[in-house]
């Protein structure tokens, strides 16, 4: 509860830390005060930039109630890690562990900072999902339901009831990584179809065609399979070896890991939908957690773990944080560090609005497919 507490209290009382944090803060100062303009502004954000109708009154609220962004972050920061912390303490025993590896991979500041209105859509499906595998199926379709008007990717939580493979083995992660392939291979046809036949929608198609930029080549596939299939798939392989005589545990687990072998499959196919495993990314820091706990228990792996620890770790912080952009000579860490707080409102974080626009804004050339982006 205190570490829960305590990055509750990071996130929430953050002045102007992390990217998406930059556009957030914009969206809110232009937010109309008059309640008479709200159905307008709502229906505006949504056309133009995806923005769920439950997010824009929530901010809407905030703004007439408080007149202060802070608000804004400090509630979300709340919703956020409280349910990925009920989830954490309802699969695994490794808390801190769990805790902790959740902070330094990144994804504690892209939750909190970063995808804002898609982070509070991930915890309540979370929670959702626990409450489907606890037999509790009414609850689970009402938070997904209210997930969707915070974030519209909420929509691929629908598919958990019907994905259960029932045992979890190294060759159901190889078919896995087959139908992947297939899927990219015809990936074009199926991007190609998405952005001439979806309407009204527009935030949604200009992210998908952004996510696809640099990573639908061959190679961008592969790295792509590497991570999720071979690094990540292995791990959440092994996680099962200590837990295995917790018949209980082992159901519920078989079903998250169906749920996350099929992300994966359609992120790694159509590397648009990359950003579809941030549903699953709380799933994969609990059997991170187991899976380091049980090279733990053997002193023999002792060695073999801080290895992978810190390697690990030095790999994260590179793939999370030392983006660099060139035109304000700053890296992507930046976004994060120094931390400031509302106590340093002073202080000038123009630096991290200008590294926004810059990293947000399209690098365009004529392309003849979705490969070429």
């Known amino acids: ?74 509630i979300q920061a709340i919703i956020v890690n409280t349910c990925l912390f009920y989830i954490f303490r309802q699969y695994t025993t490794r808390i801190f562990l769990c805790a902790l590896l959740y902070g330094i991979s990144g994804q504690f500041f892209n939750f909190n900072t970063e995808v804002m209105r898609e982070g509070i859509a991930v915890g309540l499906c979370l929670v959702g999902m626990h409450q489907y595998l606890q037999g509790n199926k009414k609850w689970f379709y009402i938070l997904v339901v209210c997930s969707l008007f915070f974030h519209i990717s909420a929509l691929i939580a629908f598919l958990f009831p019907f994905v259960n493979i029932k045992v979890f083995s190294l060759k159901k992660l190889i078919i896995a990584f087959f139908i992947s392939f297939g899927l ?90 990359t950003r579809l495993m941030n549903y699953t990314m709380p799933i994969y820091m609990i059997m991170l957690a187991e899976f380091f706990g049980n090279l733990t228990q053997n002193i023999r792996y002792l060695a073999i773990t801080k290895i992978i620890l810190i390697g690990g770790f030095i790999w994260s912080i590179h793939f999370f944080y030392m983006h660099y952009l060139p035109e304000n000579d700053r890296y992507h860490y930046e976004f994060f560090v120094p931390y400031t707080s509302v106590l340093d409102e002073n202080v000038d974080n123009t630096y991290r609005y200008n590294m926004y626009v810059e990293a947000v804004t399209p690098q365009t050339q004529d392309a003849k497919n979705s490969r070429d982006f």
């Not at 509860?1 to 914009?26: E, H, K, S």
């Not at 303009?37 to 949504?46: A, N, P, R, T, V």
């Not at 065609?209 to 590497?226: E, P, V």
């Not at 837990?243 to 687990?253: A, I, V």
């Open 184 to 273: 990219w291979f015809i990936s074009d046809a199926v991007v190609s179809f998405m952005t001439d036949h979806i309407v009204g929608e527009g935030g949604i198609i200009d992210k998908l065609l952004r996510y696809s930029d640099r990573k639908s080549s061959i190679f961008g596939f592969l790295i792509l399979a590497i991570q999720y299939f071979v690094i990540q798939g292995g791990i959440t392989y092994f996680a099962q070896k200590g837990r295995e005589e917790d018949e209980e545990w082992m159901q519920k687990y078989n079903h998250l890991i169906s749920f996350y072998l099929v992300l994966a499959i359609v992120g790694c196919g159509i590397s648009g939908f």
């Open 1 to 74: 509860m205190f570490t829960c507490l305590f990055l509750i209290l990071i996130a929430g009382l953050r002045n102007g830390v992390g990217g998406d944090t930059q556009a957030y803060m914009v969206y809110f100062e232009d937010a109309p005060v008059d309640s008479s303009d709200y159905g307008m502004y709502i229906e505006y954000m949504q056309l133009s930039g995806g923005h769920m109708p439950g997010w824009t009154m929530f901010t809407l609220l905030c703004k007439r109630w408080f007149d202060s962004f802070y608000v804004v972050q400090f």
